[in-house]
């Protein structure tokens, strides 16, 4: 059981340039999500699903698309890439997405380090 | 708007000593509450979690929490420190569920402990 998994771990970007960051979580969660870390910050939510075709934004959008065609995966995309968006970006799901089965324990990846120079 | 405070950046203890890393947390209506940890160069993992029930939670690796709702707070324990508990703590909160919006997950900075041998 693989769990969530992010590609790729490192990556080096030049101002302007687009990539995406994969995640595919196998647990059949319902709920998926991306975080950014950034030092003396914790984590900040960058948009979440809760399911195929059904996403929405968190506290820190702006840069950022996302899309959710299965239950498996959920790509953050870069449109252009800014030095703001240099980070360690983390990948998380969580069973269920009603009241009573999403608790909120999630499942994380072990991260991807974006630098953007 | 939830939120959540880690007043201490770093905590020291000695190997064999008991420790605590503190949380106080704001949210509409009555919290759920979580602490993760995260090891070098690794994603968080899920400690323990407070919805309902019992002020004194347990958790993984000998953990728990007290939750106080007087004082919004939400410390995490442990009577014995190991030098392998080293690592940075996250609380995070969130509000009871109300429907789409109501999933976020909002985290402290964290707080890097540091168990001396």
């Known amino acids: 059981n693989a769990g969530v998994t992010q590609t790729p771990k490192f990556q080096v970007l030049k101002t302007g340039q687009s990539m995406t960051l994969q995640c595919a979580q196998d647990m059949n969660h319902e709920y998926m999500s991306w975080y950014r870390q950034d030092p003396g910050m914790g984590l900040r939510l960058i948009h979440y699903s809760v399911g195929a075709g059904i996403t929405d934004q968190g506290e820190v959008p702006n840069g950022y698309n996302v899309s959710r065609s299965t239950t498996e995966d959920f790509p953050l995309r870069l449109l252009s890439a800014a030095p703001s968006q240099t980070s360690v970006y983390f990948c998380?799901?969580?069973?269920?997405?009603?009241?009573?089965?999403?608790?909120?324990?999630?499942?994380f990846g072990e991260g991807s380090r974006l630098t953007v120079l | 708007a939830q939120s959540v405070a880690q007043p201490e950046d770093q905590v020291n203890v000695a190997e064999g000593n008991p420790l605590t890393v503190k949380c106080t947390y704001s949210v509409s209506g009555n919290p759920y509450l979580f602490w993760y940890v995260q090891y070098p160069n690794r994603g968080l993992q899920f400690l323990l979690k407070y919805i309902t029930g019992d002020n004194l939670v347990k958790g993984s690796y000998g953990f728990e929490a007290e939750f106080n709702k007087s004082q919004t707070s939400f410390h995490l324990k442990k009577p014995s420190a190991l030098v392998s508990d080293s690592a940075l703590y996250f609380c995070?909160?969130?509000?009871?569920?109300?429907?789409?919006?109501?999933?976020?997950?909002?985290f402290g900075k964290g707080t890097k402990l540091s168990v001396i041998p």
């Open positions: 998380a799901s969580s069973p269920g997405t009603s009241g009573v089965t999403n608790t909120g324990e999630l499942f």
């Open positions: 995070a909160v969130r509000q009871p569920y109300s429907g789409a919006g109501s999933y976020q997950l909002t």
